[in-house]
């Protein structure tokens, strides 16, 4: 069992950055893919980024790249989402999630076992 716990959210102003973290216990962390999704007030859930286990590999949505950075550190158990200016319709509920039996990087929510409880990120403008 993996337990993913989010933190970093709160309000920001349009154009500012926010880094949100990601901790995960359980299972072994440098073995799995880790994702970030997020979900608007009355939208689908969508696909933010998506690193592999070793970092080699990320993937971002056409809305994010350039300005959002995922990244990892497994000696800590944690995944990083740097986001830089950020826009207001880059406000929702920020969520963060692993593979299990899966290393590459994927965009595919089924393809991710473990959730995390999701973190509010809000941006003014």
């Known amino acids: 069992q993996v337990q993913l716990v989010e933190s970093g959210g709160g309000l920001v102003q349009a154009g500012g950055s926010l880094r949100l973290s990601c901790a995960a216990s359980?299972?072994?962390?440098?073995?799995?893919?880790m994702g970030w999704f997020r979900q608007a007030p009355g939208k689908e859930r969508e696909f933010a980024a998506t690193?592999?286990?070793?970092?080699?590999?990320?993937y971002y949505a056409d809305s994010v790249k350039g300005r959002f950075t995922i990244s990892r550190d497994n000696t800590k158990n944690t995944v990083y989402l740097q986001m830089n200016s950020l826009k207001s319709e880059d406000t929702a509920v920020y969520y963060c999630?692993?593979?299990?039996?899966?290393?590459?990087?994927?965009?595919?929510?089924?393809?991710?076992?473990?959730w995390g409880q999701g973190t509010q990120v809000t941006v003014s403008s």
């Open positions: 690193i592999s286990w070793s970092g080699a590999t990320t």
């Open positions: 999630a692993a593979t299990t039996g899966w290393s590459s990087a994927t965009a595919s929510p089924r393809s991710y076992d473990y």
């Open positions: 359980g299972r072994t962390f440098s073995s799995n893919a």
